[in-house]
């Protein structure tokens, strides 16, 4: 029988988890005799955000997008976290936390930018025409389109083909949003008259795409994998402390233009 939805009159409810005085319950699971020692983070993580048993699919998709995800050298995130970590070492979490703030529209996040824009392919009546569609309208607004274009990896980036293909030797798997990206890809070379590499979080955006993850969610992916991305670099910051070579360097390249200080004298 299937449960009947919560009267709204009754207000809100929660199916995550429950306790008792002997118990903890994960969902229906409990978290003693089912899921401790049986399964995976991986697995517990997706049974929770998806709400519903994960399939392995599911967790070998979400397994490479979390590797991909986690770390990518000294990133503006990285690099908040080292900062802060220098200023209050007493609060990692802290540290953490304003790496993650970093993570949105233009970094780590894009992704969900880039879903938006399968959404509409895959809704289109015409994809290849919409897909156009929207790689024109980036083109006359000289904006990146989300999910294609990379700074530091030219001409590819490999982390997206790879991805890419991991998905198509799925046969679980429907393959429509890795279409709806392809066909994007295609339009956007199309206008730019030349190829324009898929980044790792446009081909992120297409896999969790086909694991049923909502496209309002993916960015929560990139925040749960970037968060032990950052925990390793303050634990390297920890070893070989680098905030301060970072704030002086910031310091002595950014020169005073104003005119604060010019009539001072030794």
Request: with cysteine.
């Amino acid at each position: 029988m299937t449960a009947s939805l919560p009267d709204k009159a009754q207000g809100p409810v929660t199916r995550l988890c429950t306790h008792t005085l002997t118990s903890l319950h994960y969902g229906d699971a409990d978290l003693v005799e089912d899921l401790l020692g049986k399964k995976t983070f991986t697995e517990v993580m997706l049974m929770q955000i998806l709400q519903r048993a994960p399939r392995p699919v599911d967790m070998r998709i979400t397994d490479a997008v979390l590797i991909v995800l986690m770390e990518h050298g000294l990133t503006p995130s990285a690099i908040a976290t080292r900062l802060i970590y220098m200023s209050a070492p007493e609060n990692l979490q802290g540290a953490v936390a304003s790496g993650l703030l970093a993570v949105g529209s233009s970094f780590v996040g894009t992704m969900e930018n880039c879903s938006v824009l399968l959404d509409r392919i895959q809704a289109a009546a015409d994809p290849q025409a919409e897909a156009l569609a929207i790689a024109r309208h980036h083109k006359a607004q000289r904006s990146a389109v989300p999910g294609f274009g990379h700074h530091l990896h030219k001409p590819v980036d490999p982390r997206a083909y790879k991805l890419l293909d991991l998905a198509r030797a799925e046969p679980e798997l429907q393959g429509d949003k890795v279409r709806a990206l392809e066909q994007l890809s295609t339009a956007v070379d199309e206008v730019a008259g030349r190829p324009i590499t898929i980044n790792a979080t446009g081909a992120v955006a297409a896999l969790l795409g086909e694991i049923g993850v909502p496209t309002a969610v993916m960015r929560g992916f990139a925040v749960i994998s970037r968060a032990a991305g950052l925990v390793a670099h303050i634990v390297e910051e920890q070893q070989s402390p680098s905030g301060r070579f970072i704030w002086d360097t910031i310091d002595h390249a950014i020169p005073y233009v104003g005119q604060g200080g010019k009539g001072d004298h030794a």
